[in-house]
């Protein structure tokens, strides 16, 4: 189902590139209107598409490396919420009550059933969470003293995380959104919802990474022909992203007034903080990488580099998961750069920020996704891969276009061109007076690139497809590749242990975001009526 959505949500980010690069200066397309279409294009691909994915591919990780099955009727709850909440959000948005973008943002407002739709997809998230959180415990009482399977541990930091930020967002829907949409209150306190909001929204970016991350560390050393650097540093960089998530939501918000200085600069310094995890990362994989290339009988410092699998169609996972590490190198940069106060007060809300997050979410997090779909998918169904020379130019294809595409945005970020914006209505049109031609090159460069990205999702899904409708050839069965750790570690018992790491996690939450509570309250102003995306001036509710 999210990949038959993605679709649209590819449709929809290729129309973003004609839209700004000036090719049609329209309000609409075959009657979807250009926030309508941007809404789908985020909802679909960074929402539900990347919280199925987590659903499902948590299920696997627990089942294969557990070897328990998690209760199928938590399981069945647990999909049924989901799919009718998508189905109620996706209902809301193609009808065009719901252009409020994926971080629905007050004073625009949606119908009621865009906000219930979502709230359903996170609460049947966590049903699946809690079915699996069972299982490990009664694996632990079962193996005593046996060290946790780090997929299994990757896949229970993440939904922790998920479990503590979704917190935020479901009161900021349940209590704060959907009343207020209801026409029950008639204003909203817009900070308080923006900082709810961002509590749940920078953490969900790791929510999107860290299956991507469990691959990294359990699978690619193995695909590569290769073996795990360190397994303790895998355990360390999880158990930092468990406390280090949801305590950075302000780098958002660094250009609101409603914060002050002082809780702007600790979230800050908690933002580096979370890049170490990464850095952590970057150099236990490059290793393991580096061990598999010298296994292959590499030579020289660099040598390695050339003889990993990069064309090895049956072996293609390694294709999705190099092409999104590459990608990442460049998305960690600038989201160093988007973390520094002085430099964001310059990129910020300019396209330099979609440039930033297609190298991070449409890079390692879309890859692994795409690359793990389609192998889970043969794997469960017993069917053959079709069309596995297109399986493999994919990722390669989407790398070059998302470098090109990204390069183009954030080229033009630096010029000030604005993000979100139907820069194609004005600043792209040379009949119109607010034209800047400086903007031409740079959103042109975007749609070549946003061409070449549309061209390989096309691939994949012909090849996806092809094999859903195949016949079924073997016996179906779940198996990861599983890498060997490459030395034995000393095994550090607070690595196997979630306890401390909970406790740490929610003093750095109440440190960071108490403070940040606090300065919400003390300088919201008076509450906002809601607002309809193309109308300045208030939403009569009785035409809503
Ligand atoms: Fe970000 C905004 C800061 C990571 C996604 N981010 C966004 C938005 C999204 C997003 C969607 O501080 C926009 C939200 C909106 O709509 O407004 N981000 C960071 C920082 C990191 C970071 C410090 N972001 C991500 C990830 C995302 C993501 C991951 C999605 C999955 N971001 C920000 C800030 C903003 C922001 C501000 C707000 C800006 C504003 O003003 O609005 C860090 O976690 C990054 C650390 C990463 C690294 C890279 C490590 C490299 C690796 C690859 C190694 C390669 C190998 C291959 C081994 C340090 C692991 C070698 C082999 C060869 C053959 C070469």
């Known amino acids: 189902m999210p990949v038959t959505l993605l679709i649209f949500g590819i449709y929809h980010g290729l129309m973003q590139v004609i839209y700004r690069s000036g090719i049609i200066h329209e309000t609409a397309m075959a009657k979807i209107d250009y926030y309508q279409g941007l809404t789908l294009h985020g909802v679909i691909n960074a929402v539900v598409l990347t919280t199925f994915f987590a659903v499902a591919f948590g299920h696997a990780t627990i089942i294969y490396y557990l070897k328990k099955e998690p209760s199928k009727l938590m399981a069945r709850i647990s999909m049924w919420l989901m799919i009718i909440g998508t189905l109620m959000a996706a209902a809301a948005m193609f009808s065009g009550r719901a252009s409020v973008l994926y971080t629905f943002y007050p004073p625009l407002r949606a119908t009621p059933f865009f906000y219930l739709g979502a709230a359903l997809l996170i609460i049947g998230s966590w049903f699946a969470f809690f079915a699996w959180v069972k299982t490990y415990r009664e694996w632990m009482k079962e193996n005593p003293g046996v060290k946790t399977p780090l997929a299994v541990l990757g896949t229970i930091v993440n939904f922790t995380v998920w479990f503590v930020c979704t917190l935020a967002v479901a009161y900021e829907v349940l209590v704060l959104l959907l009343p207020w949409s209801i026409g029950f209150t008639k204003t909203i306190n817009v900070p308080l919802a923006r900082m709810l909001f961002w509590f749940f929204g920078h953490a969900l970016v790791y929510f999107w990474l860290l299956p991507a991350y469990i691959m990294f560390y359990t699978m690619l050393p193995k695909i590569a022909g290769g073996k795990l650097y360190s397994d303790n540093a895998g355990r360390l960089a999880l158990f930092l992203f468990l406390i280090l998530s949801v305590p950075v939501g302000v780098h958002h918000q660094f250009s609101e007034p409603v914060f002050e200085r002082g809780t702007k600069l600790f979230q800050s310094i908690l933002t580096y903080g979370v890049a170490i995890p990464s850095f952590i990362t970057a150099f236990t994989i490059a290793a393991s990488l580096e061990y598999a290339g010298r296994k292959r009988g590499a030579k020289g410092l660099f040598g390695w580099m050339k003889k990993l699998p990069y064309w090895d169609k049956n072996n293609f996972l390694f294709a999705y998961l190099i092409c999104g590490l590459i990608l990442f190198i460049f998305g960690g940069a600038t989201g160093i750069v988007n973390a520094s106060y002085a430099l964001n007060s310059i990129v910020h809300n300019t396209d330099w920020m979609p440039g930033h997050f297609h190298m991070t979410v449409a890079g390692p997090v879309f890859l692994a996704i795409l690359g793990m779909s389609i192998y889970l998918l043969s794997k469960l169904s017993g069917k053959e891969i079709k069309y596995k020379n297109f399986v493999v130019i994919v990722p390669y294809l989407w790398l070059i276009g998302v470098l090109i595409f990204s390069s183009g945005l954030m080229w033009g970020g ?111 102003g008076p509450g906002a009526p809601p607002y309809d995306t193309n109308n300045p001036t208030p939403v009569n509710l009785n035409n809503f």
């Open 414 to 524: 630096l010029m000030g061109e604005p993000r979100r914006t139907n820069l194609g209505m004005t600043y792209t049109n040379p009949e119109n007076s607010l034209f800047r031609p400086d903007w031409v090159p740079s959103t042109m460069l975007a749609l070549v690139g946003g061409i070449i990205m549309t061209v390989a999702a096309m691939l994949f899904f012909w090849s996806f497809f092809a094999t859903v409708f195949s016949k079924k050839s073997f016996e179906p069965h779940l198996d990861f590749p599983t890498a060997e750790v490459l030395h034995e570690e000393r095994e550090l018992s607070i690595l196997n242990n979630f306890k401390p790491w909970l406790v740490i996690m929610i003093i750095v939450i109440i440190i960071a975001y108490v403070p940040a509570l606090m300065d919400t309250f003390k300088y919201s």
